[in-house]
């Protein structure tokens, strides 16, 4: 009996240190967003040259933008968006001319809650703008209509698990805090654009990183009850400020509306528009983001209506604190009354190693299939892509 005793002990210590560790430390989604802001904007650039065995030098560039930020409140979100890719390229044949193109889109949503601080319904506006070489005028809609629930930005908390694990990791605190002190340290992190425009870009982050210090020690678990010491504030900065944890986001929504067409590529203008899309966006652990966005829209003009389909698929997994994994797939279906069909699929992956908080190289394998029913226009075959290239963030 007492050796049944003794091993029921050790089995249910084992149990209740297993529970212990693998509580610890909280889920970025346990993050209790109130009023938060974010801003990614990127600019990518590839550079190949050719010289030798051909007439003459040939070369290829491509630039990419791609800025988002959103402003998020209890009873609204505001987001804007940018997307943008650029080319210059020539041949290597003599007489092969320099060949350059271009286009970007911008995006202005707002969604305004019926019930503040609700995951429920809301309201919805949006305006876009499409420039593209080469077409008669800029493509301009607008649309509105209703949706329900919500994106959070996590962000803040997975980076104050990253200050508090380095901490922990150093010794200078007596043991895990509460989850209430990572909330209290994420919520200080979330007003860094607050900090920045009360301080100034030059000085805001001493401000910042020392009320950081002070959510800490009110938790009690700073050894010997004082100040974190000067490593442990050096350590602190150089995670919050030198290291580069990507967006994470949390929830789901959907939106149904209907707009306007106000002008388009082609000279017309005045189409109605019907659209529908949706959001969805998982951490599935503080390392992996997994996140999906699609849109539908269905445009009406007598004899040329058209149709379109947009997916985004994408799984980020951080596999160290300079090295973040990418995957993504895109999906573009497109049909009118005047033209073919055509169908688009493209898998990225990606290795994006940070030099900086704000520079990084990148590898990138890509796979692309398009179907468009048009023999001998140059993609009848599965494409595919090494390239190279760096990074820099702008924001």
Do not use: C
């Not at 346990?30 to 938060?36: C, F």
């Not at 988002?68 to 020539?90: I, W």
């Not at 890509?366 to 702008?394: A, C, F, P």
């Amino acid at each position: 009996m007492k050796k049944h005793n003794i091993l029921a002990a050790a089995v249910s210590m084992a149990v209740f240190t297993m529970s212990t560790t693998a509580t610890a430390e909280p889920a970025i989604t346990d993050y209790n967003e109130a009023t938060s802001s974010y801003e990614d904007a990127y600019i990518t650039g590839q550079f190949n040259m050719d010289s030798g065995n051909q007439d003459q030098t040939s070369y290829d560039v491509d630039l990419e933008l791609d800025f988002e930020r959103v402003l998020s409140s209890p009873d609204r979100n505001v987001k804007l968006d940018l997307v943008g890719a650029g080319s210059r390229n020539r041949g290597g044949d003599a007489g092969d001319e320099s060949t350059s193109s271009y286009q970007a889109t911008g995006t202005a949503t707002m969604d305004k809650y019926f019930a503040p601080g609700s995951n429920g319904a809301f309201w919805y506006g949006k305006g876009e703008v499409g420039v593209q070489k080469g077409q008669v005028d800029p493509r301009t809609a607008v649309t509105g209509g209703l949706g329900y629930g919500r994106v959070k930005n996590v962000t803040p908390m997975a980076r104050s698990i990253r200050v508090i694990q380095e901490l922990r990791k150093r010794g200078v605190l007596s043991g895990d805090p509460a989850n209430a002190t990572y909330q209290s340290v994420a919520q200080v992190v979330a007003k860094e654009g607050e900090y920045r425009s009360k301080y100034g870009g030059a000085d805001y982050e001493q401000y910042w990183v020392e009320d950081i210090e002070k959510a800490l020690k009110a938790s009690g678990m700073v050894k010997g009850g004082g100040d974190l010491g000067a490593r442990a504030i050096l350590k602190s900065y150089d995670v919050l400020v030198n290291e580069r944890i990507s967006t994470r986001k949390s929830g789901w929504l959907a939106r149904a509306g209907v707009g306007a067409v106000l002008s388009d590529f082609d000279g017309s203008n005045g189409k109605p528009v019907i659209e529908v899309g949706g959001e969805y966006h998982r951490p599935l652990s503080n390392q992996t983001q997994f996140s999906n966005e699609a849109l539908a829209t269905a445009t009406y003009d007598d004899g040329d209506d058209g149709y379109s389909f947009n997916n985004t698929m994408s799984l980020t997994h951080e596999l160290t604190d300079r090295i973040d994994w990418e995957n993504r797939w895109l999906l573009a279906h497109s049909t009118s009354d005047v033209a073919n069909d055509i169908t688009s699929n493209t898998i990225s992956s990606t290795y994006r190693y940070y030099l900086t908080n704000q520079l990084d190289l990148n590898v990138t394998a890509k796979l692309t299939d398009v179907e468009d029913d048009i023999d001998n226009n140059g993609n009848d075959e599965l494409d595919k892509s090494l390239n190279m290239g760096v990074t820099y963030r702008l924001k």
